[in-house]
């Protein structure tokens, strides 16, 4: 295949996925909005609970990750069998995963309190997490059977069963925190039911689709599902913990990075937290273009086609440089404008905010270029199966050299919130060219074979 081949093949397998991400983060927004309408203090509380559970959940997708590629490579080689086994054995993990931090979602207000919460924000987090804990089981489902797809190639489902979920997520918030049309008024915990509820009925839906859809049914993912498989199970095991780790040192990377634009300031933690959920939205595109990457690379992998496999990332990497220059001209040219309707009017520190946000937002023109960078290796990476380097380097990367080069630049230094930020770009850029010499690695070795 050539070049422009290798790009439309990623672009019509990732453009669902990219729109799938962008729907999930919608659903977020959703419930953000709603509970602001309802109350500041639930708003609050909510968003302490739901940073506690993404925690969790980021690091439990791991195994959802590891299925992706695992998929792709037997469904090139045809292997309905083995597609079955991994899948089914993802899912187990995911159960077992959900179950014993459960304990964690019930009794978290100690937990939380620990970590410097108020009393008060605590107990009310722990409320919902009460409830909104049961729903990380379908949670962790719907991310298998995600990947499932996604390797399968059938990621237009996944697309359109994502966006369903913010219309009756949405739905059920107006009746469940609201108490409209006689149901009870719940507030919070409505919210969190709300959630569960959601999550239910999308694993359900792409539960449905799989056992159903034409080139699916024959893989018979609930047939017999409560049959251990202690080979599979061990190989998603191994490919799988890496990746959760990965994903917890990257999220506890920008948490921290929020604790330190902490100690500078009220005013540049609210910038921060406005620029970061910005280039969040944008570095959706990349996830989706990396996940598109990975079920290549495990294709080629799967047939055993190495120059397929080089190319395909290296196409990957042009789209992601597309969109990142892009977004750089977004950023750099027209920052208030994007920051503007997360403020108030009325907000007396309205000026000072929108300045530290525009100057985040420059820094953030050279942080997707790195962020896009990571996210891209680990892609390609995952798609030929290797996680447990890629974990190391990026740890090293993001807690060995991005938090120090945060802290050093934005509170000893005095670079104040500016600093943290290009502190975070140190981080990425040592994990972009470590996890790139990695595969260059990997890819000789293959070539080799």
Request: with cysteine.
């Amino acid at each position: 295949m050539t070049y422009p081949q290798h790009m439309r093949a990623i672009l019509v397998l990732g453009l669902p996925l990219i729109g799938s991400h962008l729907a999930q983060f919608a659903v977020h927004v959703v419930d953000t909005i709603m509970l602001g309408w309802y109350d500041l203090t639930a708003l609050a509380a909510s968003v302490l609970a739901t940073s506690f559970f993404f925690v969790i959940f980021i690091m439990g997708s791991g195994f959802a990750f590891a299925v992706m590629p695992m998929v792709a490579e037997a469904a090139e080689k045809e292997d309905a069998m083995r597609i079955r086994r991994v899948t089914r054995m993802g899912m187990w993990l995911s159960v077992c995963f959900a179950l014993a931090v459960l304990p964690a979602m019930i009794w978290s207000e100690p937990l939380l309190r620990a970590l410097g919460q108020t009393e008060e924000l605590s107990a009310l987090a722990q409320q919902y997490l009460r409830i909104a804990g049961l729903g990380l089981l379908p949670a962790l489902l719907v991310m298998v059977l995600k990947s499932y797809l996604a390797a399968m190639e059938r990621t237009q489902v996944v697309l359109w069963v994502t966006v369903a979920a913010i219309g009756v997520n949405g739905g059920l918030n107006w009746l469940l925190i609201f108490g409209n049309w006689g149901f009870p008024e719940l507030g919070l915990r409505g919210a969190a039911l709300a959630s569960v509820l959601t999550q239910l009925a999308t694993f359900l839906a792409l539960g449905f689709y799989a056992t159903r859809a034409a080139g699916l049914r024959e893989h018979a993912l609930f047939q017999r599902i409560w049959r251990p498989d202690p080979g599979a199970l061990g190989e998603v095991f191994r490919l799988g913990w890496p990746i959760g780790l990965t994903n917890l040192a990257e999220s506890g990377m920008f948490s921290a990075s929020a604790l330190i634009m902490g100690l500078i300031g009220k005013l540049p933690l609210a910038a921060h937290g406005i620029a970061l959920q910005i280039a969040s939205a944008t570095f959706m595109i990349h996830i989706g273009l990396s996940q598109a990457v990975t079920v290549r690379a495990g294709r080629a992998l799967g047939r055993g086609d190495v120059i397929s496999l080089g190319r395909g990332g290296l196409a990957g990497v042009a789209l992601s440089l597309a969109v990142v220059g892009a977004t750089m001209v977004v950023f750099l040219g027209m920052p208030e404008l994007l920051i503007r309707g997360f403020i108030a009017p009325d907000e007396p520190q309205r000026a000072a905010i929108l300045l530290i946000g525009a100057q985040l937002l420059a820094v953030a023109a050279l942080f997707q270029l790195m962020d896009a960078g990571q996210v891209m290796a680990l892609g390609v990476l995952r798609g030929i199966q290797d996680t447990r380097v890629p974990m190391l380097l990026a740890a090293l990367s993001y807690w060995g050299m991005g938090i120090p080069a945060s802290y050093l630049l934005g509170i000893t230094l005095g670079y104040g919130a500016v600093g943290v930020w290009l502190g975070l770009v140190i981080g990425l850029a040592f994990a972009t060219v470590l996890l790139w010499w990695r595969f260059l690695q990997r890819y000789r070795v293959l070539k080799a074979r």
